[in-house]
């Protein structure tokens, strides 16, 4: 019995979607020829504060894969959490789900700082 039958004429295969969890095995190549061992807080920090002219950003993370950023940038003015969480994604680019296994962030604009 299906949950959801489908509409007369709609014969379209399921979607499939890949994990974003997916890892990198250790030294393999990622993003810009960087391999998994070359990530850092102090290079997750740069590809964000380059990707975002004029923010600043201080990350953690000791293992390599997994990082908390805060990220505070006027550029996060007047949008929600989840188009703050995807700018500050957008410059990291391939690495999200692959040498970057997950990233926590908090997104602030200066003024949300401030308190």
Same mark, same amino acid.
């Given at each position: 019995?299906?949950?959801? /039958? *489908? +509409? /007369?004429?709609?014969? *379209? +295969?399921?979607? !499939?979607? %890949?994990?974003?969890?997916?890892?990198? /095995?250790?030294?393999?190549?990622?993003? $810009?020829?960087?391999?998994?061992?070359?990530? &850092?807080?102090? !290079?997750?920090?740069?590809?964000?504060?380059?990707?975002? /002219?004029?923010? %600043?950003?201080?990350? *953690?993370? &000791?293992?390599?894969? @997994?990082?908390?950023?805060?990220?505070?940038?006027?550029?996060?003015?007047? +949008?929600?959490?989840?188009?703050?969480? %995807?700018?500050?994604? $957008?410059?990291?680019?391939?690495?999200?789900?692959?040498?970057? @296994? $997950? #990233?926590?962030?908090? !997104? #602030? !604009?200066?003024?949300?700082?401030?308190?």
């Amino acid at each position: 019995m299906r949950l959801f /039958p *489908q +509409k /007369p004429g709609n014969s *379209q +295969k399921p979607r !499939t979607y %890949r994990s974003a969890a997916i890892q990198e /095995p250790s030294g393999s190549t990622g993003t $810009a020829g960087r391999t998994s061992r070359d990530l &850092d807080a102090n !290079t997750i920090r740069n590809l964000i504060e380059q990707g975002l /002219p004029g923010a %600043r950003a201080a990350v *953690q993370g &000791d293992d390599g894969v @997994h990082f908390e950023a805060t990220v505070v940038s006027e550029a996060f003015r007047g +949008k929600l959490p989840l188009a703050r969480h %995807r700018m500050v994604y $957008a410059t990291l680019g391939e690495l999200m789900g692959g040498a970057i @296994h $997950a #990233l926590a962030l908090r !997104t #602030l !604009t200066p003024e949300e700082e401030r308190v």
